[in-house]
């Protein structure tokens, strides 16, 4: 039966008490839904149907539950949004936010949210932005949940010329902002990046040591 294959398959990778009501509109709507590896530049992604594929999904399966339920519910909005306008309107116009709060609304409740997370959610929800990295509030609540948040920091807590690994096991040095992003430079090459203060980076190098280093 493909909703119970759908609920089990899921079950790692979202609140339990969120998994009928997702699972629901996964096969009302025929969605493709795809679980991928980390991605550095977005959390999911929406494709509408083109070439006789129907609706497809991703969602990075590195996030955890409740990043992974709220990104999920994002892209149920672009969905819907589609049906309905199909690319007449902005993406992250006026109509998307509208259908994210209403798609979002039944999940709002204590059994699928923390209470404490639940309160920024709702702040959140009262002006959806286009991407939940782009509310620091919202990201840091979210992150309290993820595993293993005791072996990395976010960039934005580390003092300027720290040398950091990413996630990718890429050595770094923290410059100084510009505008919304910190320029980094790559200690093997010298090339210069800008990351997102909310960038999770380790605090350790590979083999277990602190990773203290300040570059002078």
Request: hydrophobic share 40%; proline share 6%; charged share 25%.
């Amino acid at each position: 039966m493909l909703e119970q294959r759908l609920r089990t398959a899921l079950l790692p990778f979202l609140p339990a008490a969120a998994l009928v009501p997702a699972v629901a509109y996964i096969i009302e709507k025929k969605v493709q839904l795809t679980v991928t590896g980390n991605r550095a530049t977005k959390l999911g992604d929406y494709r509408h149907p083109f070439q006789g594929k129907g609706h497809r999904i991703t969602v990075n399966g590195t996030l955890n539950p409740y990043a992974f339920l709220v990104t999920l519910v994002h892209e149920f909005a672009h969905l819907a949004v589609w049906e309905q306008h199909q690319n007449r309107v902005k993406p992250h116009g006026g109509e998307w936010k509208r259908a994210f709060i209403v798609l979002m609304r039944p999940y709002l409740q204590q059994d699928v949210f923390p209470e404490d997370l639940l309160v920024v959610l709702h702040d959140y929800f009262e002006n959806p932005r286009a991407s939940s990295c782009a509310d620091p509030d919202l990201m840091r609540s979210l992150s309290q949940f993820d595993k293993g948040r005791d072996n990395y920091r976010f960039l934005e807590e580390l003092a300027e010329k720290s040398v950091f690994m990413t996630r990718q096991r890429r050595y770094f040095i923290k410059g100084e902002i510009r505008r919304t992003r910190f320029l980094c430079t790559e200690k093997s090459t010298g090339k210069q990046y800008l990351f997102h203060p909310l960038t999770p980076v380790q605090q350790r190098h590979t083999d277990g040591s602190p990773l203290l280093e300040v570059m002078s």
